[in-house]
């Protein structure tokens, strides 16, 4: 399942991104993928959700490739065709987090995610519709999104009860 979600973000992004100003992109696109690649490494011992590797991968590789490819390309796709008016952007965000929503019930009926210290689909639902606005303001202003980013990461390590050591 893991491969699938890649490939077809690969060839979304193929078909949808806007790859001739991905550079404009580029620094939000790194933004989420230091977002995986920190959440892996604050929550090492105390993950909220762990992938159960398919096909090629071990459970690493598959953190590293939706770190690394699957989530930044996805931001690609997002940043590239936001609308310009109000009413539009609301639609749009509520349908990526439909889409990621969505994905992320297949994968767990599928037995390829499961949730742990508290963590269930809705906190994924409530952390979705945080972190497309985060990724605008990042596009935007990221300086901002960086320090709002520090906040969240405080107050979820802390309602999680993540050690910050």
């Given at each position: 399942?893991?491969?699938?979600?890649?490939?077809?973000?690969?060839?979304?992004?193929?078909?949808?991104?806007?790859?001739?100003?991905?550079?404009?992109?580029?620094?939000?696109?790194?933004?989420?993928?230091?977002?995986?690649?920190?959440?892996?490494?604050?929550?090492?011992?105390?993950?909220?959700?762990?992938?159960?590797p398919?096909?090629?991968?071990?459970?690493?590789?598959?953190?590293?490739?939706?770190a690394?490819?699957?989530?930044?390309?996805?931001?690609l796709?997002?940043?590239?065709?936001?609308?310009?008016?109000?009413?539009?952007?609301?639609?749009?965000?509520?349908?990526?987090?439909?889409?990621?929503?969505?994905?992320?019930?297949?994968?767990?009926?599928?037995?390829?995610?499961?949730?742990?210290?508290?963590?269930?689909?809705?906190?994924?639902?409530?952390?979705?519709?945080?972190?497309?606005?985060?990724?605008?303001?990042?596009?935007?202003?990221?300086l901002?999104?960086?320090?709002?980013?520090?906040?969240?990461?405080?107050?979820?390590?802390?309602?999680?009860?993540?050690?910050?050591?």
């Open positions: 399942m893991h491969l699938i979600v890649c490939l077809f973000t690969i060839f979304a992004a193929w078909r949808w991104g806007d790859w001739q100003n991905w550079r404009k992109y580029h620094p939000t696109m790194f933004y989420i993928a230091a977002g995986g690649l920190l959440y892996e490494y604050l929550t090492r011992d105390n993950t909220m959700w762990y992938f159960y398919d096909l090629l991968f071990n459970e690493k590789i598959t953190v590293i490739i939706y690394l490819v699957t989530m930044p390309l996805s931001v796709i997002f940043l590239s065709r936001y609308p310009q008016t109000i009413r539009k952007q609301l639609i749009y965000l509520t349908k990526w987090v439909f889409i990621y929503v969505f994905v992320e019930t297949i994968l767990h009926s599928f037995g390829r995610i499961s949730y742990q210290h508290g963590w269930n689909l809705f906190h994924s639902l409530l952390f979705d519709m945080m972190m497309f606005p985060m990724l605008l303001l990042h596009h935007k202003k990221p901002w999104a960086y320090l709002v980013s520090i906040v969240i990461v405080v107050l979820l390590m802390h309602w999680f009860d993540i050690p910050m050591s």
